[in-house]
């Protein structure tokens, strides 16, 4: 005998027969309820688990505020946000000015013309002739 044909007798592995088109079983008529009490029993275990951790950090909080206390510190955030703001302001007396946006005399056309103007001295005349066509 083949392994199909003892899968299909009933020896072999129990899902060779539901793949052939055994016998299937029968649903558990309390199988959704069970379901629903199991889902119901992770969702508190997991509501039990974030209120756990919730007041652990508490506690750490607490313990973390009494050392900013003691010591005269600031939080993380407020440091962060007082020099993020100190950077933004320039140093009076600094050595180095803000750029401006655009440099003087950038886009004047007296000046593109005054170049050109000095660039066609120096070329050969009957280029001269041919550029200012």
């Known amino acids: 005998m083949n392994f199909v044909m003892k899968a299909a007798l009933g020896g072999g592995p129990p899902d060779v027969g539901k793949m052939l088109g055994g016998e299937e079983k029968e649903e558990d008529p309390d199988?959704?309820?069970?379901?629903?009490?199991?889902?119901?029993a992770l969702r508190q275990q997991e509501e039990e688990r974030?209120?756990?951790?919730?007041?652990?950090?508490?506690?750490?909080?607490?313990?973390?505020?009494?050392?900013?206390?003691?010591?005269?510190l600031k939080k993380r955030e407020e440091a962060e946000a007082e020099a993020a703001a100190a950077a933004e302001q320039p140093a009076e007396g600094s050595?180095?000015?803000?750029k401006k946006a655009v440099p003087a005399g950038c886009?004047?056309?007296e000046e593109e013309e005054s170049i050109m103007d000095t660039v066609m001295k120096y070329l050969p005349g009957p280029l001269q002739d041919m550029l200012k066509k």
């Open 31 to 40: 199988a959704a309820k069970k379901e629903e009490e199991r889902q119901e």
């Open 50 to 72: 974030k209120a756990k951790y919730a007041k652990m950090e508490a506690e750490r909080e607490s313990m973390r505020q009494g050392i900013r206390d003691k010591y005269g």
């Open 95 to 98: 050595l180095t000015r803000p």
């Open 107 to 109: 886009g004047d056309e």
